[in-house]
C-alpha cells in the first residue's frame, strides 16, 4: 500500500524529533514540518530542554510568513497549551494565521491533554489528529510512560559470556563485551536521563557510569546502598556527575551533585525508587546492574527494553551468572563484533 502524502510529512517530522533524543527531557522530542503546495516551506524540533519548541523552530524558519495561512503544519505532538518555560504553541499556530494543522499524538501531560487541540478548533482551524501514531508512540515511549505509568521508562541492560555467566568468582570484574558493544553501551548512556546500579557494582566494578567512549551528556548517577556501606572513595561518590543515592539511613541534599535519598524499610524498595524519580522529572534509566537489582527489575515486571550482549567466544565456567531472561519478549537479534545483541520487550 502506497503511503499517503501525510503519512510522508508525518514521517518527516519524526524524523526531525529524534534528533533531540537525549537533549529534551523532561520534555518529549518534538519534530514540525510546515508544507505549502507540496513544498516543505519550514521545518524545526525541539532541540533541548528549556530551548524554543518544534513549532517555534518551524515557523522561524519559513522565509515567506505570508504563506502561513495557506500551508498545513505537521507536528508529532499536541501543541502545548499552557505557558512554562516558553509560551504556547497553540498559540503561536493560530497567530501566525495557521489553519489546517495534522498531529500524529495526543499530548498525554495533564497541563495540555487536549487543550492545545481545542484551542486550534475554537480558532477555527481544521484539525487532524493520529497520523502515524503508533510511530510517535515509540518515538516518545519514554514521555508516555512517564505520564501514563507514574515512573521512568526502565531500560535493562548486561553483558554475559557464551555460559551465561556475569562475573567472575567473588564478583571479579571481567572484560565480557567488545569495544563495539562498550561504544553502543555509552551511546544509550547520552539518551537516558539516569543510569542505576546495585552496591555490589557499585562495591566491585567501581563504575564511572559515564559517557566516556561517546559524545553527549552524563547521565544521573543512581545507585541503591540500603545501609551506606560503600566507601566513599568510590568514583560515584567524586561529585563530577549529579548522583543520587536511595538509603534507608538518612536524607541529605545539601551537597552539590550528591544526594541521599532515605526510604522506609517497611515498603519495597524499587517502588519507592520509582516514585521519587517520578516526582524529579526523570524519564528513563538505564539499569546496568547486577544480577540481584536486575533480577528484581525482572521478577517485579519493572522495566520495558532489555538489552544483553552475549560473548559467544568468551566462557568463565564458574562465577556470578546473568541474571535469566524468562520474563521478556525476543525481538531482535543482530551481530556486533565478538558479540550477539539480544533485544527484548516486556510482555
Not at 92 to 108: A, E, F, H, K
Not at 112 to 121: C, D, E
Not at 162 to 189: C, M, T
Amino acid at each position: 500500500m502506497m503511503a499517503s502524502t501525510d503519512d510522508l510529512y508525518m514521517r518527516r517530522a519524526l524524523e526531525l524529533a529524534r534528533l533531540g533524543n537525549g537533549y529534551t527531557s523532561p520534555n518529549p522530542m518534538v519534530g514540525c514540518v510546515v508544507v505549502h503546495k507540496g513544498q516543505i516551506i519550514g521545518e524545526g524540533w525541539h532541540r533541548q530542554y528549556g530551548g524554543p519548541h518544534a513549532e517555534v523552530n518551524a515557523i522561524a524558519s519559513v522565509e515567506d510568513k505570508s504563506l502561513l495561512p495557506k500551508s498545513r503544519v505537521y507536528v508529532t505532538l499536541e501543541p502545548c497549551s499552557h505557558y512554562g518555560k516558553t509560551p504556547p504553541c497553540a498559540d503561536l499556530l493560530i497567530n501566525s494565521g495557521v489553519r489546517d494543522v495534522v498531529i500524529c499524538n495526543t499530548d498525554p501531560n495533564p497541563l495540555v491533554a487536549g487543550r492545545g487541540i481545542k484551542k486550534l478548533f475554537d480558532a477555527g482551524a481544521q484539525v487532524k489528529v493520529g497520523v502515524l501514531e503508533q510511530e510517535g508512540f515509540e518515538v516518545n515511549k519514554r514521555f508516555f510512560t512517564f505520564h501514563s505509568e507514574k515512573r521512568p521508562y526502565i531500560f535493562l541492560k548486561w553483558a554475559e559470556t557464551a555460559d551465561g555467566f556475569i562475573a567472575g568468582v567473588n564478583y571479579k570484574q571481567e572484560q565480557i563485551s567488545g569495544a563495539p558493544a562498550k561504544r553502543l553501551a555509552h551511546k544509550w548512556r547520552t539518551e537516558e536521563q539516569a543510569i542505576m546500579v546495585g552496591s555490589r557494582t557499585a562495591l566491585y566494578d567501581n563504575p564511572q557510569l559515564s559517557t566516556r567512549f561517546w559524545s553527549g551528556k552524563n547521565p544521573l548517577r543512581i545507585v541503591i546502598d540500603k545501609q551506606l556501606l560503600l566507601p566513599a572513595h568510590l568514583y560515584l561518590f567524586d561529585r563530577k556527575q549529579p548522583t543520587v543515592v536511595y538509603n534507608s539511613q538518612k536524607q541529605e541534599e545539601a551537597h552539590a551533585n550528591l544526594h541521599y535519598v532515605q526510604l522506609s524499610e517497611q515498603e519495597p524498595f524499587l517502588p519507592q525508587i520509582m516514585q521519587d524519580l517520578h516526582k524529579r522529572n526523570i524519564l528513563s534509566v538505564m539499569v546496568e546492574g547486577g544480577t540481584f537489582l536486575l533480577e528484581s527489575m525482572l521478577q517485579a515486571n519493572l522495566w520495558d527494553e532489555a538489552h544483553v550482549f552475549k560473548n559467544t567466544s568468551k566462557a568463565l565456567s564458574t562465577g556470578i551468572k546473568a541474571p535469566a531472561m524468562v520474563y521478556g519478549q525476543l525481538q531482535n537479534v543482530q551481530n556486533l563484533g565478538s558479540d550477539l545483541l539480544f533485544h527484548y520487550l516486556s510482555c
